[in-house]
């Protein structure tokens, strides 16, 4: 079945780059999310990425994917205590519906 | 758009009591979906709707849960009996289309404490 696997925490310095990795399951995904959330918070769309596409970057972010590899990277640099939160990574089901399947997420800490 | 509106932001009630949360999806979106939170299994899709049909509830866990669409403008998702493993933030989502690349917009969320 389809599944998305993050590692659970990670732990910089302020001002260092920030990588978060991500794998998925499904090779039909074609699109794929990150989304951020700050404590007592929802789910925030931070970036995306089409599954033609090997890299987008958006002002401090950059996604990588590898789909050979079905891997997935967001890349944030300059990392500020602000942007301590969990990230999520997520991939469109398969099939005809919109459902998203969504890892367990990453819990950034950036300490200064 | 005020974005997606969830109530109550908070929930506290007596094990074996009806708790019912509330969403309100952005206008327009045609999907809505109802997602739990908790710490030990992360989050989990429950169900999820499309023009108000409920198109997969695989995801609720027991005949406690049961979630409705009267229109597009509204969802509730209720739990009776409530327990207190049922503890958990619900969020609920909405969308635009199935290849959108806006993904979803959340709600804040409704945490609910089952004492």
């Known amino acids: 079945g389809e599944d998305v696997e993050q590692s659970l925490f990670l732990s910089v310095r302020e001002g260092d780059s920030s990588v978060i990795n991500c794998t998925y399951t499904?090779?039909?995904?074609?699109?794929l999310y990150w989304y951020k959330q700050e404590p007592g918070a929802g789910l925030q769309l931070l970036t995306y990425?089409?599954?033609?596409?090997d890299m987008k970057q958006d002002q401090r972010l950059t996604v990588l994917l590898n789909k050979k590899d079905k891997h997935l990277s967001l890349r944030i640099a300059d990392t500020q205590t602000g942007d301590s939160a969990i990230y999520f990574c997520?991939?469109?089901?398969?099939?005809?519906?919109?459902?998203?399947?969504f890892g367990k997420g990453t819990k950034l800490s950036v300490k200064p | 758009d005020a974005g997606v509106i969830q109530s109550p932001r908070h929930e506290v009630t007596e094990m074996g009591q009806e708790v019912t949360l509330r969403c309100k999806p952005i206008?327009?979106?045609?999907?809505l979906f109802w997602y739990r939170q908790t710490m030990m299994r992360g989050l989990e899709l429950l169900i999820y709707?499309?023009?108000?049909?409920?198109?997969?509830d695989s995801g609720m866990p027991e005949d406690r849960f049961s979630a409705k669409m009267p229109n597009a403008s509204f969802s509730t998702l209720k739990i009776q009996p409530s327990e207190p493993r049922d503890s958990a933030v619900y969020f609920c989502?909405?969308?635009?289309?199935?290849?959108?690349?806006?993904?979803?917009?959340f709600g804040s969320g409704t945490r609910l404490t089952v004492v």
């Open positions: 990425i089409f599954s033609n596409m």
């Open positions: 709707f499309n023009n108000n049909v409920p198109i997969d």
């Open positions: 989502a909405s969308s635009l289309g199935i290849l959108s690349n806006y993904g979803y917009t």
């Open positions: 997520a991939e469109k089901g398969g099939g005809s519906q919109g459902n998203l399947i």
């Open positions: 499904d090779s039909s995904s074609t699109y």
């Open positions: 206008s327009g979106h045609d999907y």
